[in-house]
């Protein structure tokens, strides 16, 4: 059977996989964590130090050299549900990456794209998930890889990973179900419908409370989750949560998710029903939950059939009988090209020189150009930046101080967007337990330099925790900066 390496990294430790895969079949003989060395604050280690260190690890393992499949994180892609109208397979791959350049923000010309089909009749709209990974990203994932002595057969994601391995090892029969995925720092949460993933985030985990059990924070966050997907378009009831891992703190959780939230949960163990070599066998991998990406990955090559894979994305096929016409095409122009440069050649070697000479001076104007249009683009961006002269930042943290408390009311959706006449306008839509936190909430917020307008008020039947959604347009007015450092002063002191 061929060795194969799943390996993935994040800013604490790289972990490593090895297994014998053959068709069908995974036989898992190494596990193991690299720690990683801190990086300066507010950067990374470059790539040459963290492939290098993951190099001297492996080979102290007596593992190098081998074809790998490198993992990455839900937070390095942008996903995106997209809407397609029906058209052939051949051309789905050039008008998902369209669409996805337009309604993806971080996705631009050097970005890698794939996408995963969701299930559609034929004839119908078409729906899909459409990934976008920078082209920087990818290659800085390389780099790291090759600086390992590794052969990147595939860049994977990790939340596909995992859910695959879910629904070949536990097969959900629930129409909707909720995979978390994480630790006490840091959390992915996966919504899967008819085992497809629709639904994928990545959550950064505060520290608990003073008296709250370690679980606290996941839970909560669990809690958003069940509430976003019931209110979302073409969502619905959560019936069962799979919590990955098998430790104390995971089966803490489980009992937490049944009794606090009454939902249905259960213990996905990653390793189990897996083949397992002498070594790992003898000595059991602990924390084996932050293994199910690698495990997946391995599992999902020895079936063929990864859902997304960014270094090979799908690209359009070619028509065969296109093809033939193009080539034929090809060679023809190829041949009266070189017909026609050998008889400008012979004859006419003064003009080619005089045409070289344009075209070196045409090609310096070209770039002169280029430059002037980028600068005048630049200052154009920046004016009309200037002219909306609203801190952000600031006014989301005026807008957090003074926004109901939790149990009162949850923001579902938030756009903040600048006026070219000046000022901004924040749009929220959310849940409230009653009209009278609305009242509350539009007094809070309205001043000199805010307008509230709410729009619409109206029933949202769930849970009992939140009863009506609300729909409320806030006007932003320009002012100095200094004003936000006044108002947080007056805020600190309690005085005028």
């Known amino acids: 059977m061929p060795r194969l390496l799943a390996v993935e990294w994040d800013a604490q430790e790289a972990r490593f996989v090895l297994a014998n895969v053959r068709r069908g079949n995974v036989l898992l003989e190494q596990a193991g964590s690299i720690p990683l060395p801190p990086a300066p604050e507010g950067e990374k280690l470059p790539p040459a130090t963290t492939g290098q260190i993951i190099r001297t690890a492996l080979a102290a393992r007596r593992i190098g050299g081998l074809p790998a499949l490198v993992v990455i994180g839900r937070s390095q892609v942008e996903l995106r549900q997209l809407t397609l109208p029906p058209a052939p397979d051949d051309e789905l791959p050039e ?14 010309e050097s970005s890698i794209v794939d996408f995963v089909r969701l299930a559609a009749e034929p004839g119908e709209q078409q729906l899909v998930i459409a990934a976008a990974l920078a082209g920087e990203q990818l290659a800085q994932d390389l780099a790291i890889a090759k600086g390992a002595g590794l052969r990147p057969r595939r860049v994977l994601l990790r939340p596909y990973a995992v859910s695959g391995l879910l629904a070949r090892q536990m097969q959900p029969r629930e129409r909707l179900c909720l995979l978390v ?30 008296g709250e059990p370690p679980h606290a924070p996941l839970l909560a966050e669990v809690r958003r989750t069940v509430i976003a997907v019931q209110n979302q378009p073409g969502g619905g009831t959560i019936d069962a949560v799979y919590v990955c891992g098998d430790s104390d703190e995971q089966q803490e959780l489980v009992r937490a998710l049944e009794e606090e939230l009454s939902l249905a949960a259960e213990l996905f163990r990653p390793l189990t029903g897996q083949q397992l070599a002498a070594a790992l066998r ?44 193009a080539i034929l095409a090809a060679s023809l122009c ?32 070209d770039a002169t150009v280029k430059r002037a249009v980028e600068k005048e683009t630049a200052v154009a961006a920046i004016e009309e930046w200037s002219l909306g002269n609203v801190c952000w930042l600031d006014e989301l943290r005026d807008l957090s101080v ?95």
């Not at 008008?95 to 631009?108: D, G, K, M």
């Not at 419908?193 to 639904?199: F, I, K, P, T």
């Not at 495990?295 to 093809?323: K, M, N, T, W, Y």
């Not at 070189?338 to 310096?364: C, H, M, N, P, Q």
């Open 282 to 325: 003898d000595e059991p991998l602990a924390h084996a939950g932050r293994y199910a990406g690698l495990i997946g990955a391995l599992v999902d090559e020895a079936h063929g059939s990864h859902a997304l894979d960014f270094l090979h994305p799908r690209q359009p096929v070619a028509p065969a009988g296109r093809r033939r016409i």
């Open 181 to 210: 995925d994480g630790n006490s720092q840091e959390a992915e949460l996966i919504v899967l419908s008819d085992g497809q993933v629709v639904v994928s985030r990545t959550v950064r985990l505060p520290l608990p409370a003073e």
């Open 95 to 108: 008008l998902v990456r369209n669409l996805a350049l337009r309604e993806l923000s971080s996705a631009s």
């Open 334 to 365: 190829a041949v009266l090209a070189l017909a026609g440069w050998y008889a400008a050649w012979s004859r006419f070697s003064t003009v080619d020189a005089e045409i070289a000479r344009y075209a070196r001076e045409l090609k310096d104007l």
């Open 402 to 496: 003074r926004f109901p408390k939790p149990r009162d009311a949850v923001v579902l959706r938030m756009t903040l967007a600048g006026r070219p006449t000046g000022g901004g306008t924040i749009d929220l839509e959310g849940l409230v337990r009653d009209h009278s936190i609305v009242r509350r909430m539009e007094t809070s917020l309205r001043d000199d330099h805010h307008e509230v307008a709410t729009r619409r008020v109206q029933e949202s039947v769930q849970g009992a925790t939140y009863t009506l959604r609300f729909d409320t347009s806030i006007g932003v007015a320009t002012r100095d900066k200094n004003e936000y450092q006044d108002q947080l002063s007056t805020a600190r002191t309690g005085n005028p």
